[in-house]
């Protein structure tokens, strides 16, 4: 069979499984690649860890299910990955991936003797999922090999068999590297004895060997930079010590700054459940892993057994087993210590420390074992300095972290590596250019290696919390303010920045924001929401013309009586002399005699549908017009007490006379209703903010400020913490603000603040979000827009101040309102000049 591509197919799987933006396009990429594949091609896609290829893998299932494949292959690198695999295809369980419409029955070589496995693979209709260990396929034991070559009792032959007599098989090797890896002509080899119609490969890091297989790739510099997961920290020590003892400490301090922003953060966070933070530990042999559990179990440390997860090749299932509920608030693991077995595959998404004993830093920032700390655990950025970030214990000192340079921005932002730029001790809130970095990776000649503090490797763009919010708003008005679109990459730092870091990012969590009073303002205010609906005058049968109900009833004044057709029966010989009967109609008809429906009749039950048409009031008034339109209508029909209708002409007249009057009753013009009703702001009155807010007064120039960041210091806001789109004009208007005297307080309208002006975008409605509310000294309560200067012409901006202006008329019209409100429209150039309230205003357009 042949797979077709279906591009609607993978918008509607995408949609069902909410997959992320780069999953769609590497499901996307499979398809178009399946739809051109020969028999028995294999390709991969290659996406950074933690991006969610698990959800990729559902979305392939869906989509070769509605394509028509019916038998699916999962290939796991060992056990650990297959029981995941196995979680994420089981309805009910936490690791479910919700929104899976295929409901596969789930085969693995420990079911296929079950009854209900023999059923389904005598069910050419089931959709069935075999989940198998590359081991299983390439070096089985004793008891796989029996269970896979071994004919099942109801079925009368062997799941490998079955499997190689499928002629829609398509394999999914997760973790395709793996297989490379020195068993790369085995695994080849077993895959081709199944004679599959595709093999579809997903890892984050594809072997060399491969690479031409490549159809999609995502690498983890994009991750990062669009937001899809933790950004790496370096940690190291200033004074240089780094015994395995102290590195554990260091580690443990800075779980703690992780657990009490967590707490914080989900204390604010309706819907937010808490999932501790957890270490995770590699060693490079059992007995190193053992020294690191003894130690952190020890009584100046953590204290208990409980707290650490010891995981070896030798632990029992049930020691695996608690992996999958360390994200549970009741868990009480702390730590994790491994030997190289959960370098893969693993989506715990609470990982935030990441530490090695000494011979094995060199491949902490390799993305197999750094990624076992990339997953976000809300599935997005909080904006939290603490809880979007990874830290990585090095062994090494600050300085000489930052003199390899080079090859911690290979491994971490790859190819992206020549658009760094790197900022030593960056301010909250305050944008710094940054010396560019090398091509190479190299630092530039003349960077001066600090000793302590923070370095940012940073990269041109911006990586929104949330990277589809702006969808929700117009953002034609950003001003990037020269470079200040920018985020971080990479970060090196001591320990002492990174504890203060978190000391500030749970104050700032854990202070709450409570809307204020400046100017004596009262709080809350009454924000008018103006709704707009078309309307019709009420409808009345009275109003019809009579002498078109006389006109429409004549076409109804000949009664067409049905006729009767005549069949003819005959006989006639053919050729032979043989007789056959032959049935003929007749052309001549008759009318056939009917029941006449009397003239009362027909008369009440004209005036009974009237009444009841839509729209229609049921009182005496309507009655009596009811009538006087049922007699206009039938003195045109010509229906008098001596020329009854017959039942079906009259059931034909009233259905057309209703039709009629339910046409004049919606063709009636319509009329646009505004109706004006205040909303209560704030509601709730307490808000907060995810990150540590900067000082106002740090910002100078366009080229410093920060889009999006918080800023402290506004005495006449209603809330001392505000956020800007804006250098030019929003910050620039929020500064005048609170210099002028004319102004007693104002508001930032953001999407807390229900003040929405809707306006048309040609033919289509939409809403807009102004940027501030102003109330002056005279109490008149402006709503103030700034624009850049080259925007102030464009249609839009037009149709949104002219909009703008008839919402003012509108407001100030209503009795429901009790303020008085005005509009000002404001440009960039008259922004910067400006000194005052009134010299704005002067200079503005202004609509009241």
């Known amino acids: 069979m042949s797979i077709d591509y279906d591009p609607a197919l993978v918008e509607q799987v995408s949609y069902n499984l909410d997959l992320r933006e780069p999953n769609q396009q590497a499901l996307d990429a499979l398809a178009q690649a399946l739809d051109t594949a020969e028999p028995g091609a294999e390709f991969i896609a290659d996406l950074a860890t933690g991006v969610g290829k698990t959800y990729i893998a559902g979305g392939l299932l869906d989509y070769l299910y509605e394509s028509g494949v019916r038998n699916v292959l999962i290939v796991t690198p060992g056990s650990t990955i297959q029981r995941k695999t196995i979680d994420n295809l089981t309805p009910g369980h936490p690791k479910y991936l919700r929104g899976l419409q295929s409901r596969p029955?789930?085969?693995?070589?420990?079911?296929?003797?079950?009854?209900?496995?023999?059923?389904?693979l005598a069910d050419p209709d089931r959709f069935k999922v075999f989940v198998f260990t590359v081991q299983s396929l390439l070096r089985p034991n004793k008891e796989d090999r029996r269970r896979a070559f071994q004919p099942h009792e109801t079925?009368?032959?062997?799941?490998?068999?079955?499997?190689?007599?499928?002629?829609?098989?398509?394999?999914?090797?997760?973790?395709?590297?793996?297989?490379?890896?020195?068993?790369?002509?085995?695994?080849?080899?077993?895959?081709?004895?199944?004679?599959?119609?595709?093999?579809?490969?997903?890892?984050?890091?594809?072997?060399?060997?491969?690479?031409?297989?490549?159809?999609?790739?995502?690498?983890?510099?994009?991750?990062?930079?669009?937001?899809?997961?933790?950004?790496?920290?370096?940690?190291?020590?200033?004074?240089?010590?780094?015994?395995?003892?102290?590195?554990?400490?260091?580690?443990?301090?800075?779980?703690?700054?992780?657990?009490?922003?967590?707490?914080?953060?989900?204390?604010q966070v309706q819907g937010r459940k808490v999932a501790e933070p957890v270490m995770f530990l590699v060693a490079s042999t059992i007995d190193e892993a053992t020294e690191y559990r003894d130690l952190l179990i020890g009584s100046d440390m953590l204290g208990s057994a409980e707290q650490v997860?010891?995981?070896?090749?030798?632990?029992?299932?049930?020691?695996?087993?608690?992996?999958?509920?360390?994200?549970?608030?009741?868990?009480?693991?702390?730590?994790?210590?491994?030997?190289?077995?959960?370098?893969?595959?693993?989506?715990?998404?609470?990982?935030?420390?990441?530490?090695?004993?000494?011979?094995?830093?060199?491949?902490?920032?390799?993305?197999?074992?750094?990624?076992?700390?990339?997953?976000?655990?809300?599935?997005?950025?909080?904006?939290?300095?603490?809880?979007?970030?990874?830290?990585?214990?090095?062994?090494?000192?600050?300085?000489?972290?930052?003199?390899?340079?080079?090859?911690?921005?290979?491994?971490?932002?790859?190819?992206?590596?020549?658009?760094?730029?790197?900022?030593?001790?960056?301010?909250?809130?305050?944008?710094?250019?940054?010396?560019?970095?090398?091509?190479?990776?190299?630092?530039?000649?003349?960077?001066?290696?600090?000793?302590?503090?923070?370095?940012?490797?940073?990269?041109?763009?911006?990586?929104a919390t949330d990277p589809n919010q702006d969808a929700l708003f117009d953002v034609e008005d950003i001003d990037d303010g020269g470079e200040s679109s920018r985020h971080t990459g990479l970060m090196v730092s001591t320990l002492d920045d990174r504890v203060g870091a978190g000391a500030a990012s749970v104050e700032t969590l854990r202070r709450v924001l409570r809307p204020r009073t400046p100017g004596g303002v009262t709080i809350p205010l009454f924000l008018p929401s103006v709704v707009t609906r078309w309307e019709r005058d009420p409808f009345t049968l009275a109003s019809i013309n009579l002498d078109s109900v006389e006109a429409l009833g004549q076409t109804f004044a000949k009664d067409n009586a049905p006729t009767l057709t005549r069949k003819a029966i005959d006989a006639e010989r053919d050729s032979s002399g043989e007789a056959h009967v032959v049935i003929r109609d007749q052309v001549e008809q008759v009318i056939a005699t009917q029941m006449a429906m009397p003239f009362d009749t027909i008369e009440n039950d004209l005036v009974g549908r009237l009444i009841r048409t839509n729209a229609v009031e049921a009182s005496v008034t309507e009655l009596n017009a009811a009538v006087a339109v049922a007699r206009a209508f039938l003195a045109g029909a010509a229906v008098t007490e001596a020329t009854p209708w017959r039942p079906e002409h009259g059931r034909l007249a009233t259905a057309r006379l209703t039709e009629w009057i339910a046409a004049k009753q919606t063709s009636s013009p319509a009329r646009e209703v505004r109706e004006v009703r205040p909303v209560r702001w704030p509601e709730p009155s307490e808000r907060f903010e995810t990150r540590p807010a900067a000082d106002r007064q740090v910002?100078?120039?366009?080229?410093?400020?920060?889009?999006?960041?918080?800023?402290?210091?506004?005495?006449?806001?209603?809330?001392?913490?505000?956020?800007?789109?804006?250098?030019?004009?929003?910050?620039?208007?929020?500064?005048?603000?609170?210099?002028?005297?004319?102004?007693?307080a104002w508001v930032r309208i953001d999407e807390t603040v229900p003040l929405r002006i809707t306006y048309l975008a040609g033919a289509v409605q939409r809403q807009y979000e102004p940027d501030f509310i102003v109330i002056d000294d005279a109490g008149v309560n402006w709503i103030v827009e700034g624009k850049r200067d080259g925007e102030m012409t464009s249609p839009l901006v037009i149709a949104k101040r002219d909009a703008a202006a008839a919402w003012m008329r509108t407001v100030n019209g209503s009795d429901e309102v009790h303020e008085t409100w005005a509009y000002l429209l404001a440009s960039e150039s008259v922004c910067s000049a400006a000194t005052s309230w009134e010299a704005l205003k002067s200079g503005g357009q202004v609509h009241r």
């Not at 003797?113 to 389904?120: I, K, N, S, T, Y």
Request: aromatic letters at 8%; hydrophobic letters at 40%; glycine letters at 6%.
């Open 105 to 120: 029955m789930v085969i693995t070589l420990d079911t296929v003797e079950r009854g209900e496995v023999g059923a389904a």
């Open 155 to 267: 079925l009368g032959t062997a799941v490998r068999t079955y499997l190689e007599s499928a002629d829609d098989l398509v394999v999914i090797a997760d973790e395709h590297h793996v297989y490379y890896s020195g068993s790369a002509k085995k695994f080849e080899a077993a895959i081709t004895e199944l004679h599959p119609l595709a093999t579809i490969g997903l890892t984050a890091t594809p072997h060399a060997a491969s690479e031409s297989m490549v159809v999609y790739r995502y690498p983890l510099s994009d991750a990062i930079a669009d937001g899809w997961v933790k950004i790496p920290v370096l940690v190291t020590r200033q004074d240089g010590i780094h015994d395995v003892r102290t590195q554990l400490a260091d580690g443990l301090t800075l779980l703690d700054a992780k657990r009490e922003a967590m707490r914080a953060y989900c204390a």
């Open 309 to 463: 997860l010891l995981v070896t090749s030798e632990e029992p299932d049930a020691t695996l087993a608690q992996l999958d509920r360390l994200e549970d608030p009741g868990s009480p693991v702390r730590a994790v210590v491994s030997v190289s077995m959960l370098k893969e595959g693993w989506d715990v998404k609470n990982i935030y420390v990441i530490a090695s004993v000494r011979s094995m830093e060199s491949n902490l920032l390799t993305e197999q074992i750094l990624g076992r700390g990339l997953r976000l655990p809300f599935g997005q950025r909080t904006g939290n300095p603490m809880l979007d970030t990874v830290e990585v214990l090095s062994h090494r000192s600050f300085a000489s972290l930052l003199k390899q340079a080079k090859s911690l921005l290979e491994q971490t932002l790859g190819d992206r590596v020549d658009e760094a730029s790197v900022v030593v001790n960056p301010r909250l809130g305050q944008h710094a250019a940054g010396a560019a970095v090398g091509e190479q990776g190299e630092l530039p000649t003349d960077f001066a290696f600090p000793t302590s503090g923070t370095v940012e490797f940073e990269l041109p763009g911006a990586a």
């Open 699 to 744: 910002v100078t120039s366009s080229r410093e400020f920060v889009r999006g960041y918080p800023y402290a210091g506004y005495a006449k806001s209603v809330y001392e913490v505000n956020t800007f789109d804006a250098f030019s004009t929003e910050f620039v208007l929020a500064d005048l603000f609170e210099k002028s005297s004319a102004v007693r």
